[in-house]
């Protein structure tokens, strides 16, 4: 995600198996030295650590007096779009997660358990967590503005929560069935718990318990609750068990108590306010029910977090209603349409389905079909909203800022993972989502460029709001004002123009803020030479990387050169200049733009075929390549009668081409600056046929198999990130380029063609025989077995497979 690396990104998990969810681990997250933070989160979620960030950011506060805020808000008004204020599933790192996008919102949420201990804790479900290990997760159906229907399979019952939007609020209809039948028809394995909670982000809100019923064996037996949400707004909410449930419901309680901070210790709430009484159950291996204690009598006055537990033994309905205007809504009157009304919304969705992509159903059969909805729905249920402020550092500054306060609606990578925005996947999600949803897209792109400071700067990855911190290391929360990431957003501008779904209107607000990050990263990030650029902030001064990993670019630790200096020049940046300065010459032209000439002489310098050759063609290794100080045998060593594994270099660098083949290599072709008659084309087209460097059965992979790096550890810890495992983004980036070569006249017109057919075939079979037998979309996929790796759920730039399948470049 920037880097991802942040994910180190990821981590990503889990190979579905224990050397995967270590590799998800040490990955991702940027080495992040998750390992001890993601057991940590398994076993008890205790984020006592992260709240201490919350407190000092609050300590920090204080500077923004004295801090200019270089965001402003001009875009967003000035193009006239904006989302609507309105509820949603915009806490998507919550299984079950609602709020309204406002700065400061009650919150809604659902947390369950199985009545048992495990490692001397109780299995409480409440933020999305890849080591909860369910089998699966997935919206079915999520169309953003109006429904949901997500499928939640635990060990022994499956939860499906079907949601209504409402124009003042919401209802959802949350149903638990055991997986396996038995002789008595729909009794559970053990004993579950459904928490139903309302929370506050904000003490300018109130919630309180209206009234509590200790038995919900009658039909229309509800609990209500209700308050204030943001500007003193009244609300109503009830939750309430529907049918007969006759003897299923064991036993119902309340908690209402005060969380520090808001938000992030809401499952230790719960934790800490239970215990175990006797079962009502007969038989002599019974175990104790765990449920609320009953703390009425040290009730504070003013809670921020009410909770309803239901325990049941059987299956069960449940309402979780909440309306703005309780006067007017009738809440039993849409407990009896709400299936009517599911059904009619999805079929809706359907139909909106088959009209953008037609073509899916004549190509692919219904499970194919209907796995292409689950993913488009989960990248519209992953939609966040966050608000907030960074922490960033720059050189006006001896210590990092508050920056803010800062707004964004965004689409996440993972709701497991990485819960949050990250800049460069952003460009990759809009690509799917302006199919369906273009004036979103255009509100979330919008919101992203109104994060950019003065210099023409945006962050690599937002982490706003407490709920955001507490999932991320304190080392990789500030932001450096001098890393940067691919301008990917104007990937998706350039889809949409294309689709003829831009007016001038909108495209004139955005463009000053796009003419300064172009200008940044060219005041930035330029190399030694005219011409040359280079990715700023690596490390040279790291003694435990086997090569100095390069976050800005997005492919953390593919092979640059071994020692970072300010002469080495990136081939990949430069390409998605020469990109940026064509989309930027196109959106120019198309408003009338004064600059237009401008990028038009940009995009012919940077595109210059000839010139290109001189900078990055190495004709000793056939490739196109990065240039810098390079040594071609180092490794990682254990230093004697030590423990410290470190870097050593056994060969003298010297500066010359990086000639580690692999997605950098392809940057020319990927962004179609290559003419098509160019013999450089022939070259890359045969690497990537080659089974021995780039080709699998499964994609193309992120390094050549005679890579020195191939599929090696960079520290001790860090598994191989781009190192050999297949990308989606990176392989959509392939198709398209090859869908561009097949159509125009050229010596390798036809080889394109049946090259990007052959690969389409390999990377849609993979990731749908994948998603089949695992339930997941992943972040990367194991290019020798197919396998998905790293972080899960991963319907970020992954879900991109739906715009591979329907050709939509």
């Known amino acids: 995600m920037s880097g991802r690396v942040e994910r180190r990104r990821k981590g990503k998990g889990s190979d579905n198996d224990q050397s995967s969810s270590s590799s998800a681990k040490d990955t991702k997250e940027r080495s992040r030295k998750k390992t001890k933070y993601e057991k940590e989160e398994q076993v008890n979620s205790n984020f006592t650590t992260y709240g201490l960030v919350v407190v000092s950011i609050s300590l920090l506060f204080v500077c923004l007096y004295f801090y200019p805020r270089d965001v402003d808000s001009s875009l967003t008004s000035k193009s006239g779009l904006r989302l609507p204020l309105r509820w949603g599933t915009f806490r998507s790192g919550h299984y079950f997660g609602i709020k309204k996008n406002v700065p400061s919102s009650v919150v809604a949420g659902l947390m369950w358990f199985k009545n048992t201990i495990e490692g001397n804790t109780v299995p409480i479900r409440h933020w999305c967590n890849q080591f909860d290990n369910l089998p699966s997760y997935s919206w079915t159906k999520h169309d953003f503005d109006t429904f949901g229907v997500q499928e939640i399979v635990d060990k022994n019952f499956t939860l499906t929560s079907s949601l209504l939007f409402l124009d003042h609020g919401w209802m959802s209809k949350i149903s638990l069935r055991p997986n396996k039948s038995s002789s008595t028809g729909d009794v559970l394995e053990k004993p579950v718990s459904l928490i139903f909670y309302l929370a506050r982000e904000s003490d300018s809100d ?58 992030v210790h809401l499952k230790e709430a719960v934790l800490t306010n239970i215990h175990l009484i006797r079962s009502r159950d007969p038989s002599p291996n019974a175990e104790p029910y765990i449920v609320f204690k009953d703390n009425r009598a040290d ?40 299936d009517a009304f599911i059904s009619e919304r999805s079929l809706h969705f359907d139909d909106q389905f088959n009209s953008v992509l037609s073509s899916l159903t004549s190509k692919y059969n219904q499970e194919q079909v209907n796995f292409a909805k689950a993913t488009l729905s989960n990248m519209l249920g992953s939609i966040g909203y966050f608000h907030g402020y960074s922490l960033v550092r720059s050189d006006k500054t001896k210590e990092p800022i508050p920056y803010g306060p800062l707004e964004l609606v965004t689409a996440v990578p993972s709701r497991s993972f ?67 990431n691919p301008p990917t957003l104007l990937l998706s501008l350039d889809s949409m123009m294309e689709r003829k779904l831009l007016n001038k209107t909108y495209l004139e607000s955005i463009f000053p803020k796009l003419d300064s990050w172009f200008g940044w990263f060219n005041r930035t990030q330029t190399g030694p030479r005219q011409g040359t650029y280079r990715w700023h902030g690596r490390n040279p001064n790291v003694l435990n990387e086997l090569n100095p990993k390069t976050l800005m670019s997005g492919l953390d630790d593919y092979p640059r050169a071994s020692h970072p200096t300010d002469d080495e020049i990136h081939l990949d940046l430069r390409c998605w200049m020469a990109f940026a300065s064509r989309i930027m010459h196109k959106i120019a032209s198309f408003i009338g733009h004064s600059s237009a000439p401008r990028y038009s002489i940009s995009y012919d310098y940077l595109s210059d075929n000839a010139l290109l050759d001189q900078l990055h063609w190495s004709e000793q290794n056939q490739m196109y390549c990065d240039f810098g100080l390079h040594s071609n045998n180092v490794k990682l060593v254990k230093k004697p009668e030590t423990e410290i594994i470190e870097r050593k270099v056994l060969e003298k660098p010297i500066y010359q081409c990086v000639p580690e083949l692999g997605y950098v290599s392809l940057f020319p072709m990927m962004m179609e600056i290559l003419e098509p008659t160019n013999p450089r084309l022939g070259k890359i087209l045969s690497v990537l046929e080659d089974p021995e460097l780039l080709w699998s059965s499964y994609g193309i992979r992120s390094l050549s198999k005679k890579s020195n790096y191939y599929r090696k550890y960079n520290t001790a810890v860090d598994p191989p990130y781009w190192r050999g495992p297949i990308w989606v983004p990176m392989n959509f980036l392939i198709l398209r380029s090859l869908k561009h070569y097949s159509s125009v006249s050229g010596p390798y017109q036809e080889r394109a063609r049946t090259l990007h057919d052959k690969l389409r075939e390999n990377v849609v079979n993979n990731i749908f025989e994948s998603y089949k037998t695992s339930g997941y979309l992943w972040e990367q996929y194991d290019d020798m077995i197919g396998k998905g790796k790293g972080s899960h759920p991963f319907t970020g730039w992954t879900a991109l497979i739906v715009v591979i399948m329907a050709e939509k470049y």
């Not at 609990?223 to 049918?243: A, D, N, R």
């Not at 009410?306 to 007017?328: C, G, H, M, N, W």
């Open 206 to 263: 109130e919630i309180f318990l209206v009234s509590s019923r200790k038995s919900l064996q009658k039909i229309g037996s509800r609990i209500e609750l209700g308050g204030t949400v943001s500007g003193g707004t009244k609300f109503s909410s009830f939750i309430q068990v529907l049918g007969k449930p006759k003897d299923a419901v064991i036993y119902v309680h309340d908690l209402s108590t005060h969380v520090e901070p808001p938000l």
């Open 299 to 338: 009730k504070p006055s003013s809670p921020n977090f009410v909770a309803i537990q239901i325990l049941t033994r059987k299956s069960l309905d449940v309402a979780f209603y909440l309306t703005e205007k309780p006067e007017t809504t009738d809440g039993d009157s849409l407990i009896n349409q709400f």
């Open 418 to 484: 990485f819960p949050r925005g990250f800049l460069w996947d952003e460009g990759f999600h809009n690509l799917l989502l302006s199919l369906f949803k273009p004036e979103l897209s255009q509100i979330i792109l919008s919101n992203w460029l109104n994060l950019m400071n003065s210099d023409g700067w945006i962050p690599r990855e937002v982490i706003l709001g407490s709920e955001a911190l507490a999932r991320v290391p304190t080392e990789f929360i500030v932001q450096d004002v001098t890393n940067g």
